[in-house]
């Protein structure tokens, strides 16, 4: 696929699926803009492995629900290779409980970075993402799923799914936008806390009978991120197995 030499901002990609999605696209021949906004040692340990597998990489740390602070990234990315041809917005946080025991601070933080940080990101993009580029926006399919614990972050999600289908009609310049919903996914986040039986109950419901791993999302933006998937614009992407 058509990723070489292709300058490519990760938000939130000092671990999990992000890590992944940038390992996975400088192997590709991407140049990847590894973003944290506090795992400096994590994300630099992401670009040594880059690195030592041949690719190019930097970390930059900014807070994405920060205005300034993306700006920063966009400018260093910018300084740096002389352009930004993909932006993939994965960071994210979610709180798990239910609606009646959520905190202003739990609404605010969820909304601030899942939605607040997409919305900075794309105004930047809006000018300093270069022509034909691509966009891809990380959702999750717990918008459609209802599950009880997750209202305030299925909502922020599917804020997400709805600035993509209108920002990829506004933005233009041969820019596509899309967003990604995976699935229940492998990651150390993901499993933290929750109990074996939770697990199996979760990969029961889809079609494979397991978790997805970060590389099932990660070939899928990757995809994404290619010249190849430029016929798609304005889509939701499931990565789920068929869970829902």
Same mark, same amino acid.
């Given at each position: 696929?058509s990723?070489?030499?292709k300058?490519?901002i990760?938000?939130?990609?000092?671990?999990?699926?992000g890590k992944?999605v940038?390992?996975q696209?400088?192997?590709?021949?991407?140049?990847?803009v590894?973003?944290?906004?506090?795992?400096?040692?994590?994300?630099?340990a992401?670009?040594d492995?880059?690195?030592?597998?041949g690719?190019?990489?930097?970390?930059?740390k900014a807070?994405?629900?920060?205005?300034e602070?993306?700006?920063?990234?966009?400018?260093?990315?910018?300084e740096?290779?002389g352009?930004v041809?993909?932006l993939?917005n994965?960071?994210?946080?979610?709180?798990?409980?239910?609606?009646k025991?959520?905190?202003?601070?739990?609404?605010?933080k969820?909304?601030?970075?899942?939605?607040?940080?997409?919305?900075n990101?794309?105004?930047e993009a809006?000018?300093?993402?270069?022509d034909?580029g &691509?966009?891809? &926006?990380?959702?999750s399919?717990?918008?459609k799923?209802?599950?009880?614990?997750?209202?305030l972050?299925?909502?922020s999600?599917?804020?997400?799914?709805?600035?993509?289908r209108v920002f990829?009609?506004?933005?233009?310049?041969?820019?596509?936008?899309n967003?990604?919903?995976?699935?229940?996914t492998?990651?150390?986040?993901?499993?933290?806390?929750?109990?074996?039986e939770?697990i199996?109950?979760l990969?029961?419901? &889809?079609?494979? &009978?397991r978790?997805a791993k970060?590389?099932?999302i990660?070939?899928?933006?990757?995809f994404l991120?290619s010249?190849e998937?430029?016929?798609?614009?304005?889509?939701?992407i499931?990565a789920?197995?068929?869970?829902?």
């Amino acid at each position: 696929m058509s990723l070489e030499n292709k300058v490519i901002i990760v938000t939130g990609s000092s671990k999990g699926i992000g890590k992944e999605v940038a390992i996975q696209l400088a192997a590709k021949g991407a140049k990847v803009v590894v973003n944290h906004s506090n795992s400096a040692t994590e994300a630099q340990a992401v670009v040594d492995a880059i690195v030592e597998n041949g690719g190019t990489a930097l970390v930059v740390k900014a807070d994405v629900s920060k205005k300034e602070d993306v700006t920063h990234l966009f400018n260093t990315a910018i300084e740096a290779y002389g352009r930004v041809d993909v932006l993939i917005n994965n960071a994210g946080i979610m709180r798990s409980k239910l609606l009646k025991d959520n905190t202003q601070d739990d609404f605010t933080k969820q909304f601030d970075v899942n939605v607040r940080g997409v919305f900075n990101t794309l105004q930047e993009a809006s000018s300093k993402l270069a022509d034909n580029g &691509n966009i891809i &926006n990380v959702s999750s399919s717990t918008v459609k799923l209802m599950f009880p614990t997750y209202a305030l972050y299925s909502a922020s999600k599917a804020a997400v799914e709805q600035m993509t289908r209108v920002f990829s009609k506004e933005i233009g310049r041969g820019i596509s936008v899309n967003a990604i919903a995976p699935g229940a996914t492998e990651t150390e986040l993901f499993l933290k806390g929750k109990s074996d039986e939770f697990i199996d109950k979760l990969s029961s419901m &889809n079609a494979f &009978n397991r978790l997805a791993k970060p590389i099932d999302i990660a070939n899928v933006i990757v995809f994404l991120a290619s010249d190849e998937s430029k016929w798609i614009s304005g889509q939701v992407i499931g990565a789920n197995g068929a869970l829902v």
